[in-house]
């Protein structure tokens, strides 16, 4: 919502609450109003100042119109898709698998699946692991 139309809501309220007028417009207060109310067009604020006011006989402050303002739509995130690997990254990834799982058995040390089926736990596989260097 603009200032503009910050100034026009103030003067609904100021129409329907004559008590309103006694609090000052000042340019801190409009951009603070516009801040929270940015989400929602005048005429939705309007609508929530109008039925707010069959409900409550004080001014409202911008917070309190946000519970008869419809919810914000929330913007549509597109997740990217994932690219299929090529052929030359897997062979590249298969390449560093098996030269990791050849240190591991140089090292005398299981692979880590082998090493759960064996009943090792993860921590104690780490454990071998940083004690060959490997």
């Not at 417009?25 to 309007?46: C, M």
């Not at 692979?111 to 940083?130: C, F, H, L, N, V």
Request: aromatic share 8%.
């Amino acid at each position: 919502m603009r200032r503009e139309d910050i100034q026009k809501l103030f003067n609904l309220i100021e129409t329907l609450y004559p008590s309103a007028k006694k609090n000052p417009r000042t340019p801190a207060v409009l951009e603070a109003w516009a801040l929270v109310l940015e989400p929602w067009s005048y005429e939705d604020a309007k609508q929530a100042v109008v039925v707010r006011a069959r409900e409550n006989r004080f001014p409202p402050d911008a917070s309190e119109l946000v519970p008869y303002l419809p919810k914000p739509e929330q913007p549509v995130v597109e997740t990217p898709e994932l690219a299929e690997p090529t052929p030359a990254q897997l062979e590249k990834f298969y390449a560093k698998c098996e030269a990791l799982h050849e240190r591991w058995k140089a090292a005398g040390i299981p692979t880590p699946s082998k090493a759960k089926k064996q009943g090792i736990t993860y921590a104690d596989w780490e454990k071998m692991a940083k004690g060959a260097s490997v």
